[in-house]
């Protein structure tokens, strides 16, 4: 099955730096590619979303570039705020199988703290 | 997120115990999920629900049983539960079709089992 990793398990940033977290994942069928962002006492949201036929995806001060060759995935927020501070997740998808729904395969977390 | 409702927020039960969490979703979409989170773990994948029919069980235990009784309500079932089992559980829902689309979360129920 599909595995994926996610690096670093904890970033910090000063504030109005960029922050960039980093996934891989092994099922060359995966084509979705979204990014979660885990408030504490919430649950996840989806902030951006990515797929195989795209490299590059931006939404204001977030983007998140694809290179299916070498099966890599990278989030990266620029002019952090300390309102970006959360855990934020990657995740793999091959999108809706029959018998098998959309199975989303996650990224153990990254703790992103954007200090003052 | 208010799209997907989750209740009850938190649970405390005993190993004896049967307990019922609920998710509801008001996005109109057509399938629905269970996760598992916990601490130091990707998120688990436990059910998948499309137009009301269970199309994925991951190898969760018995002691979990899912409901979906329309496409808007799903429930998961908990009894003679076990202290790892402790976890936040959280729902999910999708508008599934042409192409792979978003999921949703609630902020799910925070379970302890004494």
């Known amino acids: 099955g599909e595995n994926v990793e996610q690096h670093p398990s904890t970033l910090s940033v000063q504030e109005g730096d960029s922050a960039v977290i980093k996934c891989t994942y092994s099922d060359s069928a995966s084509n979705y590619f979204p990014w979660y962002k885990q408030e504490l006492g919430k649950g996840p949201q989806l902030i951006i979303d990515i797929r195989s036929n795209v490299g590059e995806k931006k939404d204001q001060r977030i983007a998140v570039t694809l290179n299916k060759t070498a099966k890599h995935f990278s989030l990266h927020i620029t002019e952090t705020q300390p309102e970006d501070s959360a855990v934020y997740f990657c995740a793999a998808s091959r999108g809706w199988v029959t018998g098998g729904g959309n199975k989303l395969t996650f990224g153990t977390g990254t703790q992103l703290k954007v200090e003052l | 997120e208010t799209g997907v409702t989750q209740t009850p927020r938190h649970l405390v039960m005993g190993m004896t115990n049967k307990k019922s969490l609920k998710c509801e979703q008001h996005l109109g979409h057509n399938a629905m999920y269970w996760y598992k989170q916990s601490a130091k773990k990707p998120l688990e994948l436990m059910f998948v629900?499309?137009?009301?029919?269970?199309?994925e069980n991951n190898s969760v235990p018995s002691r979990f049983s899912p409901e979906c009784p329309n496409s808007s309500h799903l429930f998961l079932h908990l009894h003679t539960l076990q202290p790892e089992d402790s976890a936040l559980y959280l729902c999910?829902?999708?508008?599934?079709?042409?192409?792979?689309?978003?999921?949703?979360f609630g902020d799910g129920t925070r379970l302890s089992i004494l």
């Open positions: 999910a829902s999708s508008q599934e079709g042409k192409g792979t689309q978003p999921q949703h």
């Open positions: 629900y499309s137009l009301e029919e269970r199309v």
